[in-house]
């Protein structure tokens, strides 16, 4: 079974530029959550997704984050402009449903902002 | 009092050693517990879910206190390849949140 696909890897930017993610969830997970992981911290909810509706995205910074998921299967997540804070390694992660369920997490994108 | 409490560590053990972390949640409408490995640079990976009656996986058993709002994860007989930063995680209705992560270093 393939799991959680993330795109880009890595990725290096200046500050007020911008730049997307990209998350293809595990076939059928109705589920996709985006974390933000500053290191040495935990992963912190941005915004999760039950099909294309949005559930919570009650942390989400949305002066400058946004995030789509229009067909109900992939997933985009934007920074416009970046800051310096923004520098974390953004996880995507599905569930077959929400909530109580076990999330398999995709490998992540590092971003770092200069 | 913060959502979740995680000790950090880091935790250096000998291999073969016994280690067990705890992990206390404020939230009492928490409904699932879960135990999370995270290798460096890598992603979170499930270890374990956590249930009221306490859980065993091999070397690896999750306990549920409700009472004290708390989670704890022991590991017998330590490998190196335990050396892992372990986050702990509880779920409401609606969403999984997560503790910072304890380390743990399992030495030769």
């Known amino acids: 079974e393939a799991g959680v696909a993330q795109s880009p890897r890595y990725k290096i930017i200046e500050k007020r530029q911008s730049v997307a993610f990209w998350c293809n969830p595990i076939s059928g997970h109705a589920t996709l959550y985006w974390y933000q992981q500053i290191l040495g911290q935990g992963p912190k909810l941005l915004i999760q997704f039950q099909n294309n509706g949005v559930v919570d995205d009650s942390q989400l910074p949305k002066d400058r984050f946004s995030a789509e998921r229009l067909k109900g299967v992939d997933s985009t997540l934007k920074i416009q402009p970046a800051k310096l804070e923004d520098s974390a390694v953004y996880l995507c992660?599905?569930?077959?449903?929400?909530?109580?369920?076990?999330?398999?997490f995709g490998s992540g994108t590092q971003l770092s902002v200069l | 009092r913060k959502e979740v409490e995680q000790d950090p560590g880091p935790f250096n053990v000998p291999e073969g050693a016994t280690v067990a972390f705890n992990c206390t949640y404020s939230?009492?409408?928490?409904?699932?517990f879960f135990w999370y490995r995270q290798d460096c640079r890598k992603e979170p990976k499930l270890l374990m879910s956590?249930?009221?009656s306490g859980n065993e996986d091999g070397r690896f058993t999750a306990q549920l206190n409700r009472a004290s709002q708390y989670i704890s994860l022991l590991i017998r007989d330590s490998k190196l390849s335990d050396s892992a930063t372990y986050l702990c995680?509880?779920?409401?209705?609606?969403?999984?949140?997560f503790g910072s992560g304890t380390q743990l270093t399992v030495l030769p």
């Open positions: 992660a599905s569930s077959s449903s929400g909530g109580n369920e076990k999330l398999f």
């Open positions: 939230n009492s409408a928490s409904q699932s």
């Open positions: 956590v249930y009221s």
């Open positions: 995680s509880f779920g409401s209705a609606r969403q999984l949140t």
